[in-house]
């Protein structure tokens, strides 16, 4: 059969659609460039806390939103096992078919609620690290055009890329992260909260087992530092690559241990200090172990990130504070309105600027 081909086209600019001017690379460069400019002209240095300020000004109405979302989602993921205890005695004992249906309508419009926040908030969080990611490159663009010739001495081309591609996304992804610090104090209250009213004084114990715990998988934490000394020292590879390798089995396995420990620990408590156990009380013990997984596992993780998102900002804050061509040197004419191409009065020339 012939083959059919349809109308060809190259396309253009105009042919992709522009993002609104609030999620505009230029509207998040221009924010930070205001704020870095007005902080500088208070301090001539710019410094790490000044940067995130200005980070924070790009993106503080996605903060906020995404912050009540996790909060909304952590609230509603901790219904589930906050009812189940009230659900089997429900199926134990009179079933009243208007007690049932608010029982079974919570659980659902939670789990719902649960998921759409998370989601939600998730979409979020990267668009307000693709809005810092992009004002970070642009920043950093603009700052290498700007720089005076004794400050591209000490920086090359190369460093000036590292930073827009390696440190800028590190920043832009740690978005992802940025509530987890405080949301895993929120979780673990809960999580007590729960386990204190199905079972007593005997949460304390699964307390101490979840810090144990985190404890183990806080090794997890020198899994990139193992990684970077890798790359740093080649004579000694074998040996760092075995460090990595047993850690990331190591938190691993903790990972997938840790609820059954915390288990066995309150359980095993509860019967030594004679506090009766039901199904109820396990299962809604068990669901509340199995929500305090994932924070008890990302918290080293996200110490790890906040370790390398401050190595990172530390390395554009000193570059951004470094000395510019003075603007008024130079006057930039519109083309075609002199035969000159580049013209210097009054040029004085050295190699040290400590003897101009």
Same mark, same amino acid.
């Given at each position: ?6 109308? &060809?086209?190259?396309? !253009?600019?105009? !042919? ?23 902080? &500088?002209?208070?301090?001539?240095? *710019? ?6 300020? #200005? ?20 609230? #509603? ?18 079933? !009243? ?94 999580? @007590? ?9 005997? =949460? ?25 000394? *890798? ?73 790890? &990130? ?7 900002? !530390?390395?554009?804050? =000193? ?18 309105? =002199? ?16 003897? @101009?």
């Amino acid at each position: 059969m012939p083959s059919i081909s349809g109308y &060809k086209k190259r396309l !253009d600019l105009e !042919d992709v659609p522009q993002l609104d001017s609030l999620n505009s690379a230029q509207r998040s460069f221009s924010v930070l460039r205001n704020k870095l400019e007005l902080d &500088k002209s208070k301090s001539s240095q *710019i410094s790490t806390v000044s940067l995130v300020k #200005a980070l924070i000004s790009t993106t503080w109405k996605d903060i906020i939103v995404t912050g009540l979302l996790c909060l909304v989602s952590t609230l #509603a993921a901790y219904v589930g096992p906050f009812l189940i205890n009230t659900f089997v005695k429900y199926l134990n004992g009179r079933r !009243d078919l208007n007690a049932g249906f608010l029982l079974v309508s919570a659980f659902c419009v939670a789990k719902i609620v649960a998921f759409l926040a998370h989601r939600h908030c998730e979409f979020k969080l990267r668009q307000a690290g693709i809005k810092v990611r992009a004002a970070l490159v642009a920043m950093i663009h603009h700052k290498g055009l700007t720089l005076s010739s004794q400050s591209k001495q000490g920086h090359s081309n190369g460093e000036i890329i590292n930073f827009m591609v390696v440190d800028a996304e590190r920043i832009g992804d740690f978005s992802k992260f940025m509530h987890n610090t405080w949301l895993v104090i929120v979780q673990v209250g809960l999580a @007590l909260a729960i386990l204190y009213k199905n079972i007593g004084i005997s =949460s304390l114990a699964s307390f101490v087992a979840t810090i144990l715990n985190m404890r183990i998988l806080k090794l997890y934490g020198w899994e990139m530092k193992f990684l970077s000394r *890798i790359d740093d020292i080649r004579s000694k590879e074998a040996h760092w690559l075995y460090k990595f390798i047993f850690t990331m089995a190591l938190s691993n396995s903790a990972f997938w241990v840790a609820p059954t420990v915390v288990a066995i620990t309150t359980f095993g408590t509860s019967m030594l200090v004679g506090i009766p156990l039901d199904s109820g009380k396990v299962l809604s013990a068990v669901a509340t172990f199995k929500n305090l997984q994932d924070s008890v596992y990302s918290l080293p993780n996200t110490i790890s &990130k906040i370790a390398q998102t401050k190595v990172s900002l !530390d390395r554009i804050a =000193s570059f951004l504070s470094l000395a510019e061509l003075d603007s008024g040197l130079v006057e930039i004419v519109p083309r075609g309105s =002199s035969d000159t191409s580049v013209e210097i009065a009054d040029g004085n020339f050295s190699w040290d600027v400590t003897s @101009l």
